[in-house]
């Protein structure tokens, strides 16, 4: 038996998001989302799934916060929905979205559970949509006016604030591959996308520190690891591309003030030209006070010649996999984070998502997901390494708290540690859940 002991001061959480639990699309005089308009567009998402029910934790979020307390998280990350403070992006502010919001965390607080709130996870105003979107950089300064307002709004409650959740997923995935929302199919505004995500972020930490509010602010950036199949130039050259994307594009903006060399290169070559504004680069690279990792999956690629954008194939090297199908591939983790601290300082960091896509159900009034307990169990252990390699890991959140409406995937696709009928809307506590919950009060766990 080997005991995986971690730091006296690490902090354990759960994680959700606005559109993937909340429901309660039509009242509470929210407005209407990206998410709300992509998911209502027929061949856009499994089953023609929304998020107009979802988990139903719009009116359940007391319940949902019982459960967490029986957990014994330190943090519950959640999202607020834009559209809920500004139905239409800006203008006039709706009481009724900040008194829910309000309800929530002072009911965190009430239990001792620390809010960390992403202010932007992917729902954005369709009226902003309507006038471009991220794509017009006036989108820019309607999300710093609202990232005041919450700053000002929820001063001394909240303390630990997210810009952007997966930039990447917002830009390109959103943008060139078309998976999510909006879905368009164009390198160039996915570009343009990535780069006003950026500003807007360096915009806000800018911000958060005038108006002297107490707390820490970072963003979320998604990582994947993917490993040369071989140690061939053309194979290590081509993953180096991959992770650029996924990575690089997103890191060095903000830990180095630039953009990756070799991957502006490779888009222009591509017909994507970086569009950088005055002073843009300065704004964008302000100090933030933590970072988040969400950290899913990864795998062995190699070189394929005019394969996709980077001249690459990834290479299915029999890993065990997700029901998702994503490879289950915990030593990506310890090597991104480890990438990270040799490539962008001992930031502090907060494993803001990771976790696996099980889709076992209720029989008898249990779910036995032993898959998903591995799963964690594995990456946890990779954690642990990357703690002992240096890596300033402060706390690990979980995603998710429920199974919830996945995007693209509908409610196909279940990340719970608590499975939700999303015909009932009942919650029934997973195994995982209860290994999760004595990991948590242990601080350590048995391989
Ligand atoms: C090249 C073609 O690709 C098509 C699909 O490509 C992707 C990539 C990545 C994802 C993805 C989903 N998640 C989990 C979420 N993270 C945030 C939270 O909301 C979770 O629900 N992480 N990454 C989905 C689809």
Redesign the pocket.
Known sequence: MTIIQFPKDMKWGVAT?SY?IEGAANEGGRGTSIWDTFSKTPGKVVNGDNGDVACGSYHKYEEDIEIMDDLGVDFYRFSVAWPRIFPEGTGEVNQEGLDYYHNLVDRLLEKGIEPMCTLY?WDLPQALQDKGGWDNRETIEAFLQYAELMFKEFEGKIKHWITF??PW?VSF?SNY?G?HAPGNNDLQLAMNVAHHLLVAHGKTVIRFRELGIKGQIGYAP?VEWNEPYSNKEEDIDACKRVNGYFMDWFFDPVFKGTYPDFMVKWFEEKGAVLQIEEGDMEIISQPIDFLGI?Y?SGGVGRYKENEGLFDHEKVDAGYLKTDIGWNIYPEGFYKVLTHINENYGNVPIYIT?NGACINDGVENGEVKDDRRTDYLKQHLVALQRSIESGVNIKGYLT?SLLDNF??AEGYTMR?GIVHVNYRTLERTKKDSFYWYKQTVANNFFEV
């Open positions: 998001a993937q996870h959740n997966e997923c995935l591959v998976a998604n969400n899913y998502e995603w996945e995007w990340f």
